[in-house]
């Protein structure tokens, strides 16, 4: 390896075990409907999203539409496994309407992903196009996925209390979109890695800030009590996949 090409892959490495911990963060929320035995008001769609990006960023890395994205591979390989365990437990504590709504998009994604496929491979035949289709429709899910936690920005901005959005999850969320987005521009630039990951970092940092200036606040006049703890928070109400990677 060239030392451009070695720090490539080291920063791919240190993204992947950021990526991970992320995957990571939902587990305290699981752990807690599986004591309850009830999902509460937890909603199954940022697992849902999560699936069809891993889903995406996988196919995104294989030889035949982008080579030699083996870090792409297998840490989306690894976030799928986990939103799949995630949306199993789910669905073993949730009720029957919810039930039927994860198994109806979980098919609807399957015909979207299979249909993304067909077309990569039959309209394009060439690595630059086939990259070129897959990594935009994966910056699409990406943004989505990244923009999520802007519901609990705009929570913690109306009940002016940083408690709903846990500052490690933040930051590392923040540091993923970074990392990644540095990985995207060493060596062989990757257009597609970098804008997903450029947003996700902006969208980190904004989060950061939010978090930074209301607990300076709530320092400043005292602790605000509010209802929800701070550890009951959703993958996509935090930081994604996901990474998006």
């Known amino acids: 390896m060239h030392g451009e090409e070695l720090t490539r892959f080291v920063i791919g490495v240190i993204g992947n075990v950021i990526s991970g911990l992320l995957f990571l963060s939902p587990m305290p ?6 004591k309850k035995r009830t999902t509460e008001a937890f909603h199954p769609y940022p697992y849902l999203a999560s699936v069809m990006n891993c889903i995406l960023w996988i196919f995104y890395g294989l030889p035949m539409v982008h080579p030699n994205s083996v870090l792409v591979v297998t840490i989306n390989s690894a976030g799928l496994f986990l939103q799949l365990c995630y949306l199993t437990i789910f669905f073993c504590y949730t009720n029957k309407k919810n039930r039927g709504i994860i198994v109806l998009l979980l098919l609807a994604e399957a ?4 249909g993304i496929v067909v077309v990569t491979l039959v309209c394009f035949h060439t690595h630059v196009k086939r990259s070129m289709f897959v990594g935009i429709v994966c910056i699409v899910f990406g943004i989505i996925m990244y923009g999520s936690p802007l519901s609990i920005v705009a929570k913690v901005v109306r009940t002016k ?7 490690w999850l933040c930051l590392a969320g923040f540091s993923n ?5 540095a990985y995207a521009n060493l060596y062989t630039f990757d257009l597609y890695i970098a804008i997903g990951n450029g947003v996700g970092g902006l969208l980190g940092l904004v989060q950061l800030l939010v978090y930074g200036f209301y607990t300076f606040r ?3 006049r005292g602790p605000v009590h509010n209802d929800v703890k701070p550890g009951d928070v959703q993958l996509q109400n935090v930081a994604a996949n996901r990474p998006s990677v």
């Open 161 to 167: 209390s940083a408690e709903f959005m846990p500052f």
């Open 177 to 181: 979109g970074v990392v990644w987005f």
């Open 29 to 34: 929320t699981f752990w807690r409907i599986h």
């Open 111 to 114: 015909a979207l992903f299979a």
């Open 218 to 220: 709530t320092w400043r």
